[in-house]
């Protein structure tokens, strides 16, 4: 069954976007890197990347309630995926955060995943980056892209991450602890000797200030590690499909692939960076 579902979606899914047109201005010179304004609410622009977003989304949720229900003791076939899901999140990652962090993260985390994969595997869908409109310049604007091609998309995921991160981490360990943690003597008082010990203070000192330039710049790695594969990936089908129908079938493999591993990973840094405060002393 599983083969079946992958066959029908490289030879059958992948190949409707070349018969929608899937490069639709017939250009192979790439995808933009910004996205399209394609209309205003309330005189708000709306980009292509917003209205996939809310589609998507939208699509899924009422697909989700279709297939699960009412959640049960005895779970459908749907249920049960959903719960194979949460439950290797779950091992995954509470050993990383601890019990008392991963408690109050954890449906975060878990909404980060999903909504990372939806919107990754978005652009392999029939129709997304193939319809659109020309502007006044001649250029052909998509009515959709997928929305983590976006860089405000990705930014916007990564600084709410990082609220997250600095919240927990304070109400979990503290600002004493946190502190500590950035420029307290790490060495083992009671094992080194004292005009070492006091040596290596400026030292873990200068290794906080050096941390916390780390801490500033995790938005800019988090946001930009997803926005390069996504909108690289959206470029590679791009070029593939403006060679051949079938050319990019096999890519759409590999596209698959990508969107989960960048959702993952994006979770599990965030669920890292307060797993390195949190963590510190409990039983694993």
């Known amino acids: 069954m599983k083969q079946s579902i992958t066959y029908f979606f490289l030879f059958f899914l992948a190949p409707l976007n070349f018969v929608f047109g899937a490069d639709a201005s017939g250009s192979s010179n790439g995808v933009s890197p ?4 394609i209309g205003k609410i309330f005189n708000l ?7 996939t977003t809310w589609v998507i989304s939208l699509g899924f949720i009422i697909a989700i309630r279709l297939m699960v229900g009412k959640p049960s003791l005895v ?7 959903f719960e194979t899901l949460i439950e290797g999140l779950k091992g995954i990652i ?5 019990k008392q962090a991963f408690s109050q993260a954890f449906p975060l985390l878990l909404a980060f995943f999903v909504f990372i994969l939806i919107h990754n595997w978005s652009g392999l869908l029939p129709g997304v980056g193939v319809f659109g409109f020309e502007d006044a310049s001649g250029n052909f604007n998509y009515w959709f892209r997928p929305a983590t091609s976006d860089l405000n998309t990705a930014i916007g995921l990564s600084i709410i991450g990082m609220i997250f991160w600095a919240y927990l981490v304070l109400k979990v ?24 010990y006091l040596l290596l203070t ?24 997803l926005y390069g594969n996504i909108f690289g990936g959206e470029n590679l089908l791009s ?21 989960v591993v960048q959702a993952f990973i994006f979770t599990l840094l965030i669920a890292i960076y307060i797993g390195l405060v949190t963590n510190h002393g409990e039983e694993h």
């Open 75 to 81: 779970p459908n076939k749907a249920q049960s995926v």
């Open 45 to 51: 622009p709306i980009t292509n990347s917003i209205l």
């Open 94 to 98: 509470e050993p990383i955060m601890g």
């Open 34 to 37: 910004y996205a399209y304004e």
């Open 239 to 259: 070029s593939m499909t403006a060679l051949a129908p079938l050319a990019p079938v096999p890519f759409y493999f590999l596209e698959a692939l990508v969107g």
């Open 173 to 196: 360990s503290g600002m004493k602890f946190f502190l500590w943690e950035l420029f307290g003597n790490k060495a083992d008082k009671s094992e080194t000797p004292a005009p070492i």
């Open 202 to 225: 400026p030292i873990f000192i200068c290794v906080g200030f050096i941390e916390i330039i780390s801490i500033a710049i995790r938005p800019v790695s988090l946001s930009f590690r």
